[in-house]
């Protein structure tokens, strides 16, 4: 059956590229294909047994809103934020589309609050801390959905989605592209004998869970792309009265700093104040650390990660499959699933034993996380960096580098793999797009459902 725009993947960016398309008044025909569930039906099961019991597909990833139903639900509101798309399309347009569809959210039931704008005096003295530590503080306002929000938020999105004709199809993997000299016909699908491979354009925005497919694909039809950065890192819990500071001024404390001796970006991302550290699951079995808070329920613990990125030239240059093995070390270390360990048992040259982490103030908000020793599967190069970067944070909040600061890991971060666009978002094939996280150019909500609204405007164009 040929279908005029499929999208495959309903995260952010395929979403908002549908809901923007609708908002044009566009009359194509728009089908989404998602491999997880609608928004209504998503439920980890760790939240009632306990532990992760690695679902066929991760609910925390996949399914109708992506990796951003389960998420900390944090829209970063600058340009600065979330990937290099405005290096491609202009630093002032994608200022403008962040507004347009932080507006967008707002309709939606976004909370009117912006964190991190209202206490400038005590921005100010923060910054001068963070420069005396050799650190750059990165302006950001955020809107704080929380997870439970979010949730909602993005099930009014469906709804409106739907009530618009858009098809939706759950529970459907897409496993292949078809692509004939040079030009995206459609897709294919093997599971639940869903009919839908012919299509007149293909969007795909399948996440970062989808990033090494996209990656393969893009060998298997030459399709231009490149090798990006790749972060690294692990997620770090402390105590609120270690954070207080910054929780309550800016929420989320963007420190970079380039540590000695490598000299490598190493940045905070993603804090949770009050949150709850988490586990996502890929499919090849990789389990990896993030992090979420809700607006309501909060923990005694902020979380947030801290990532020290990696570029490779040659003859190495697979940062996805870099990572990966990283990764997988790490897991067989802990059996299978996230190894945490007390920095100053880090400093020390030892494991943390399970007994060791029940008898610090800071409690693991991800019980199920193994203790271990997380120096056996880390490279050097990035645990030095990580060590090195929380001592300059020690600077900026002192207390963050006490010997009971929870590090877990793998923290990692798959957009490395850049595709190939042009300023219209177009592919070096014919009547192939790509969006968000897993084409390498976003790495946020923000940007994601940004990059989605671009999209819809060209097709919008095309239309015509
Ligand atoms: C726990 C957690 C907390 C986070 N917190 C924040 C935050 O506070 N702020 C922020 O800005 N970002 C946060 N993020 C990151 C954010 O969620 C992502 O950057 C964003 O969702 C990317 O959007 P996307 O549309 O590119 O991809 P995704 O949201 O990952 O969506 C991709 C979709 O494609 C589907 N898919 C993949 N492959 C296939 C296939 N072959 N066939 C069919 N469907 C497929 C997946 O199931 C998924 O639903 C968080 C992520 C996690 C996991």
Same mark, same amino acid.
């Given at each position: 059956m040929?279908k005029?725009i499929v999208i495959v993947g309903a995260g952010?960016?395929g979403i908002?590229t549908a809901?923007?398309?609708?908002?044009?008044?566009?009359?194509?025909?728009i089908t989404i294909i998602e491999k997880g569930k609608a928004?209504?039906?998503?439920?980890?099961?760790? !939240?009632?047994?306990?532990?992760?019991?690695?679902?066929?597909?991760? *609910?925390?990833?996949t399914g109708f809103?992506g990796?951003?139903?389960?998420?900390?639900?944090?829209?970063?509101?600058?340009?600065?934020?979330?990937?290099?798309?405005?290096? %491609?399309?202009?630093?002032?347009?994608?200022?403008?589309?962040?507004?347009?569809?932080?507006?967008?959210?707002?309709?939606?039931?976004?909370?009117?609050?912006?964190?991190?704008? =209202?206490?400038?005096?005590?921005?100010?003295?923060?910054?001068?801390?963070? /420069?005396?530590? *050799?650190? #750059?503080?990165?302006?950001?306002?955020?809107?704080?959905?929380?997870?439970?929000?979010?949730?909602?938020?993005?099930?009014?999105?469906?709804?409106?989605?739907?009530?618009?004709?858009v098809e939706l199809i759950f529970n459907t993997d897409v496993k292949d592209l078809?692509?004939?000299?040079?030009?995206?016909?459609g897709i294919v699908i093997t599971e639940n004998?869903v009919d839908v491979p012919y299509a007149?354009?293909t969007i795909v925005a399948t996440?970062?869970?989808g990033?090494?497919?996209? @990656?393969?694909?893009?060998?298997?039809?030459?399709?231009?792309?490149?090798?990006?950065?790749?972060?690294?890192?692990?997620?770090?819990?402390?105590?609120?009265?270690?954070? @207080?500071?910054?929780?309550?001024?800016?929420?989320?404390?963007?420190?970079?700093?380039?540590?000695?001796?490598?000299?490598?970006?190493?940045?905070?991302?993603?804090?949770?104040? =009050?949150?709850?550290?988490?586990?996502?699951?890929?499919?090849?079995?990789?389990?990896?650390?993030?992090?979420?808070?809700?607006?309501?329920?909060?923990?005694?613990?902020?979380?947030?990660?801290?990532?020290?990125?990696?570029?490779? !030239? #040659?003859?190495?240059?697979?940062? /996805?499959?870099?990572?990966?093995?990283?990764?997988?070390?790490?897991?067989? %270390?802990?059996?299978?699933?996230?190894?945490?360990?007390?920095?100053?048992?880090?400093?020390?040259?030892?494991? #943390?034993?399970?007994? @060791? %982490?029940?008898?610090?103030?800071?409690?693991?908000?991800?019980?199920?996380?193994?203790?271990?020793? &997380?120096?056996?599967?880390?490279?050097?190069?990035?645990? &030095? $960096?990580?060590? *090195?970067?929380?001592?300059?944070?020690?600077?900026?909040?002192?207390?963050?580098?006490?010997?009971?600061?929870?590090?877990?890991?793998?923290?990692?971060?798959?957009?490395? *793999?850049?595709?190939?666009?042009?300023?219209?978002?177009? #592919?070096?094939?014919?009547? %192939?797009?790509?969006? =968000?996280? $897993?084409?390498?150019?976003?790495?946020?909500?923000?940007?994601?459902?940004?990059?989605?609204?671009?999209?819809?405007?060209?097709?919008?164009?095309?239309?015509?």
């Amino acid at each position: 059956m040929q279908k005029d725009i499929v999208i495959v993947g309903a995260g952010p960016a395929g979403i908002f590229t549908a809901l923007e398309l609708l908002k044009l008044g566009s009359d194509r025909k728009i089908t989404i294909i998602e491999k997880g569930k609608a928004v209504e039906n998503r439920s980890c099961p760790k !939240t009632k047994v306990g532990h992760c019991v690695n679902c066929k597909n991760c *609910n925390i990833t996949t399914g109708f809103s992506g990796a951003g139903a389960f998420s900390d639900g944090k829209l970063s509101l600058s340009p600065d934020v979330g990937g290099e798309l405005p290096d %491609l399309i202009g630093r002032e347009k994608i200022a403008e589309t962040i507004a347009y569809t932080d507006k967008i959210y707002l309709e939606f039931g976004a909370d009117t609050h912006i964190e991190g704008i =209202g206490n400038p005096e005590k921005i100010k003295e923060i910054r001068r801390k963070a /420069i005396s530590a *050799n650190l #750059t503080l990165v302006d950001c306002p955020i809107r704080h959905l929380g997870t439970e929000k979010a949730q909602q938020l993005y099930y009014e999105i469906e709804q409106y989605l739907l009530k618009g004709g858009v098809e939706l199809i759950f529970n459907t993997d897409v496993k292949d592209l078809i692509i004939e000299n040079n030009e995206c016909k459609g897709i294919v699908i093997t599971e639940n004998g869903v009919d839908v491979p012919y299509a007149n354009k293909t969007i795909v925005a399948t996440g970062r869970r989808g990033a090494n497919w996209l @990656e393969a694909a893009c060998e298997a039809y030459d399709i231009k792309h490149r090798p990006g950065t790749v972060d690294i890192g692990v997620r770090v819990e402390c105590r609120n009265e270690i954070m @207080e500071e910054i929780n309550n001024v800016l929420y989320e404390g963007k420190l970079v700093g380039h540590p000695k001796p490598f000299k490598n970006k190493v940045r905070t991302f993603c804090q949770n104040p =009050g949150g709850y550290v988490a586990q996502e699951n890929y499919d090849n079995d990789l389990a990896v650390v993030n992090g979420h808070s809700f607006k309501d329920k909060k923990s005694q613990n902020t979380n947030l990660s801290i990532l020290c990125s990696h570029n490779f !030239t #040659t003859p190495f240059n697979q940062p /996805i499959a870099y990572a990966t093995m990283v990764g997988k070390l790490t897991n067989m %270390l802990a059996g299978g699933s996230i190894l945490v360990q007390r920095y100053g048992d880090i400093l020390d040259g030892k494991r #943390t034993w399970p007994k @060791e %982490l029940s008898e610090g103030n800071v409690k693991p908000s991800l019980p199920d996380a193994v203790a271990g020793d &997380i120096t056996s599967a880390m490279p050097y190069r990035a645990m &030095i $960096s990580i060590l *090195n970067f929380i001592q300059d944070v020690d600077k900026v909040v002192p207390g963050f580098a006490s010997g009971e600061t929870l590090l877990y890991s793998p923290e990692l971060k798959f957009y490395s *793999n850049k595709i190939d666009l042009d300023t219209h978002l177009n #592919t070096s094939v014919k009547n %192939l797009h790509c969006l =968000g996280d $897993s084409c390498g150019w976003t790495r946020g909500l923000m940007m994601a459902s940004v990059m989605g609204v671009l999209m819809a405007r060209e097709l919008a164009q095309t239309q015509k």
